[in-house]
């Protein structure tokens, strides 16, 4: 085990004994049955309902703080809790528990030839590290992932919900001190300097598993500084590709799904690529409807010459950094291309492996694109914000991973456990 | 894509190239049928044999540098080519060819109430970046593996090795070609300064997973420095324990092959601990058989008074430092424990999570150790030893993982893969 270096003593006392809290917890909580963790995650979302007014008035100093501040008031929604969204925290405990628990799973028997049996088995992660913005409802559903699949987490929450994550950490170590569970198994850092954020991730031999979620700047920090394993979520610079041979009427549902049914989020499109045949005339009918949900286009010069032809002037012509950027907003980039091959090689060049699609009724073109494009996943006629872990039925969801390491796209309980090979032998050795 | 940072331009722009040309070959190569991959493996192996006589050559500057340089014979031994070590790697690349290839493996297939068919498949990892030392063999094993996976693989060796590893992946390439498939899947880094190593690891979006191979030293500037993936390989403190309820006779065969049958290794054991109730006449015993293969005991302060009752003199007392070595040779820490329970917290205070063994005839003491030790692999009546890819039946290893995150333990084919999910639909949009 690593020593913590920090210029702050006292903030890394802090860190490294909720870390080792948290590493004895774990190892308690590996061999926990799953109706134990199943009773732990119903104390927790009882005792979440039982202290909703302490963790409502924790809120409303984090609410009330943000509005002096000034934030948005999109930031400001996404924060508050009220006594409705306290029930949809304690609903998603209830459907955690419903979840097969795959904990020991045995994934392989391997039988040797010199009588040694080998079982792969799942085992928990360990020690989970979270690291996220502004949301609260985050932490209940990080706490409640890890209480089911026997792992202990660290939680780092944004300043802006300091006082909210106290409240809720506290009725959920409270709760699973009432099931007989190791309380320390539920760690919150509340301290918010950004050195407590190095502390975790650089935390070798205590933290088994690091997983930011939030911004790019939150994601590209922590994979810069981390010792521990990471695995990166979220950025999704996702395209739809509608080629020559697409129905227009599909090709029109589709993308207005993926750029406007939520367009905040990492599974929302962020390029329309459209070949050439079908532009002149499919072109200026997606712009005219998006359009009407108030989307800004930047657009390729040929998609401006259609566009400036069928009488619409004056857009913003694309920089190579508008198909590079995931807008995360009612924002989108425009290019017409020759191919289904240019479009594959302007994903190759500007997408983030997360979500890309096609929308084609030629198979043969679909197949190639769903083969070829590298990505979490590849979609064939239907919206890229499918990708999620509800949507493929997970049932719950940690975050959606863009590296290929351990985990892809949507992860869920599964995604938050490791394995370990147990071999049973009758006194052999090496030969 | 960052972009590379480095002091030297020149060596950025050599890595940075053959990165990019990698990223390339990686790309073709990931829709390579499984003959088409057999073919170039084979190609590869029949242009080593022809190229035998330009690979020793090359290797014979190597040794006469080492010679010069003063290095170990066990050093320079690993580093010698012979026609026969080239004969074995042909041997190796075939039987590579034998493997089951693992990629198109549909995992999951996952049908959704809206219609929606979501297939999980087998996909390559992309680029993989080999760091290691001395043993040219590796560089032979390496490239075998990528190609036979649908992965690139940029190699970075030992400066030691150079002039072989040159040899021998010009030999590797030109097979690549002779089969028609991108020689460019197989890169050398031919640059020895460390900062060809930071390059790449640094190298986000080009190299999909790093796996360091080599001393502590090594692993631990890898993970220091990463942006890119990495996979923490082969350190090994094993212990072996053995239980009040053992059988003796099984406990010497077992930790005499732990110990002394290849020392050097990373699934060697390192610590012995011995339950009290047996420690006394067992003990002696296990000393008397170890000090005849010169195994160099350093004991506990009980293990040392019964050793002493015994007329066993002189033994150095094991600091705490012992118990966290990894020796890597004929030197053995010893200490008597209480019970299976302080063994267990033993290993969980100075094991590395590698390899772990009990050896008990107690079935209900032996599930506990191998259901709480957190470790790859965990043993129960075997030898440390058969921690190994071969051994396990996977035909091929890599490397073994001492983490958490995608893959534990020996490291074969399926460990070098990822997967993606495919989802196939007739125009749904999310409600």
Known sequence: MMSLET????????VTDKLHRARRAARACATLSPSEKNAAL????????????????????????????????????????????IQEMVEGLRQVQDLRDPMGDILEVIERPNGLVIHKIRVPMGVLAMIYESRPNV?????????????????????????????LVQALRQGLANAGVASDAIQLI????????????????????????????????????????????????????VDGEADPQMASRIVQNAKVQRPSVCNAMESLLVHQAIAATW????????????????????????????????????????????????VLAVKVVDSAAEAMEHIATYGTKHTEAIVTENVQ???????????????????????????????????????????????????????KYVIRGVGQVRG
Chains 1, 2 share one sequence.
């Open 7 to 14: 210029g702050d003593n006292d903030l890394a006392a802090v």
């Open 42 to 85: 119903e104390a927790m979302a009882v005792q979440l309902w039982e202290q909703r007014t302490e963790i409502v008035a924790a809120n409303d100093i984090d609410v009330a703080q943000a509005r002096v501040q000034g934030q948005t008031e999109t930031r400001i929604d996404r924060l508050i809790l009220t006594e409705k969204r």
């Open 139 to 167: 932490t209940v559903d990080a706490a409640g992932l890890a209480v089911k699949t026997g792992n202990a987490v660290v939680l780092r929450g944004g300043r802006e919900a300091l006082h909210s994550n106290v409240a």
């Open 190 to 241: 509340d301290r918010t300097e950004r050195e407590s954020v190095d502390l975790l991730i650089r935390a070798k031999g205590l933290v088994d598993l690091a997983i930011p979620r939030g911004g790019a700047g939150l994601i590209e920090r922590v994979t810069q500084r981390a010792l521990v394993p990471v695995i990166e979520t979220g950025v999704g610079n996702c395209h739809v590709y």
């Open 283 to 330: 072109v200026p009918s997606i712009a005219a409807t998006l359009n009407t949900f108030g989307v800004e286009l930047r657009v390729c010069e040929r998609a401006n010459a259609i566009l400036e032809a069928a009488g619409v002037a004056g857009l913003r012509v694309a920089t190579e950094e508008d198909f590079a950027t995931e807008f995360l907003g009612l």
């Open 365 to 419: 073109t679909a197949e190639a694109f769903l083969s070829t494009v590298d990505a979490a996943v590849v979609v064939h006629n239907a919206s890229t914000r499918f990708t999620d872990g509800f949507e493929f039925g997970f049932g719950a969801e940690i975050g959606i991973s863009t590296q290929k390491l351990h985990a892809r796209g949507p992860m869920g309980l599964r995604e938050l456990t490791s394995y």
